[in-house]
């Protein structure tokens, strides 16, 4: 019997060879299209066309002679990553939701969706790859960045779990972009030349303060900019007499008040801002860009630095709190008091960076060795071994 897989077309290329690339292996293929997103009020333009990605998404089915059908997943979108969104920004937190969508919709709703159509996998076009390791008579499925390096998404899956390796397949993860365009023009598939999808996952481009006005009312407020000579800049002891409390300096974030800085402009919400931001601040006459270092949702200010090597953008470190703690690899979970050395990054196509992680009894602490720009409480930190992710987990 022919092992069956149900390839989540999504009208682009990627998934589109992905499910060539099945065929050619001897699999039986189904393309399955997720909808997800119904709200066109606040996606750019024609940014989130989702009836032309089901369109394509239909006529590469039909080249490749496959079966294909549209799902509606919008019900469980709305509740499992747009209500979390709009819950985390409310927190002046920065929730990434690719990687919610991928742990939450297209590796549990749509994987049990397969596995009742009588899949034995489900596959995506993401880069990466899947391996199995043998260890004390058990198998362990290892998540490895994909051989395209400049296209690597290994970080987008840093939430799956063995289960959920165990029944998935990369199909294009041992190939590059170039390649991928190749075959899909060599075949005649209509995806060959088509943009590869910006933006979040299943909407699109959005303006995001449009995107977040539908939960999140606009309240004016301040923008205060604070100076690189701030007093808690000073005082970064990291010769503390304990582990802990060097630990907790590393990855401590400054705490600034209204009285820290000059007020320089007015905002419509804090909660539309991240850090690192330098876009949308509508501040001018600066030597320098000013940066956004903090934002306080409660007393509905921004805090400002000048130029992108202001100090309060950058820490070596981070906290993982305990239940927020992710290992997509059990057996290398490293016990309280234990550390390891890693590499690690904070966000997509960021390099990967050296660090050391501490497991401790107030969660677990990601120390890197050179300074981090916009450590972001609610994006993801994960780490790897090599060219394999291990873990992740939110930032805290």
Sequence with gaps: MKKRVIVGLSGGVDSSVAAYQLLKEGYEVI??????????????????????????????????????QTVDLSK?????????????YEMGRTPNPDILCNREIKFDVFLKIALELGADYVATGHYCRKSIVEKNQKKY??????????????????QLSQNQLSKTLFPIGELVKSEVREIAQKEGLITANKKDSQGLCFIGKVRLPDFL???????????????????????????????????????????????????????????????GQRKGLGVGGTTEPLFVIDTDVNENIIYVGLGKNHPGLYRHGLLIQLDEIHWIRPDL????????????????????????IYQTGLGLYVIFENLQSAITEGQFVAWYIKDELIGSGVIS
Excluded at 141 to 158: A, E, H, I, T
Excluded at 221 to 247: A, C, H, M, R, W
Excluded at 344 to 356: C, F, M, N, P, V
């Design 31 to 68: 393309g399955l299209f997720m909808k997800n997103w119904h709200d066109e009020s606040v996606t750019i333009s024609d940014e989130c066309p989702w009836l032309d990605d089901s369109n394509d998404a239909m006529l590469v089915a039909e080249k490749l002679g496959i079966p294909f």
């Design 213 to 275: 006005q539908q939960k999140l009312k606009p309240k004016i407020g301040e923008i205060v900019e604070i100076p690189k000579t701030f007093i808690g800049y000073q005082n970064q002891n990291t010769d503390s007499s304990t582990l802990q409390l060097q630990l907790e300096s590393k990855s401590k974030k400054h705490i600034y008040t209204r009285k820290d800085g000059k007020v320089v402009g007015s905002h419509q919400g804090a909660h539309y801002f991240t850090k």
């Design 76 to 88: 469980e979108y709305k509740e499992k990553i747009v209500d979390y969104m709009f819950n985390e």
């Design 141 to 158: 499925f290892q998540l490895l960045s994909g051989k395209d390096l400049n296209k690597d998404q290994s970080y987008f899956l840093c």
């Design 333 to 356: 979970k490293i016990n309280n008091g234990e550390s390891l050395a890693v590499m690690s990054r904070i966000r997509y196509r960021q390099k990967l960076e050296k660090a050391t």
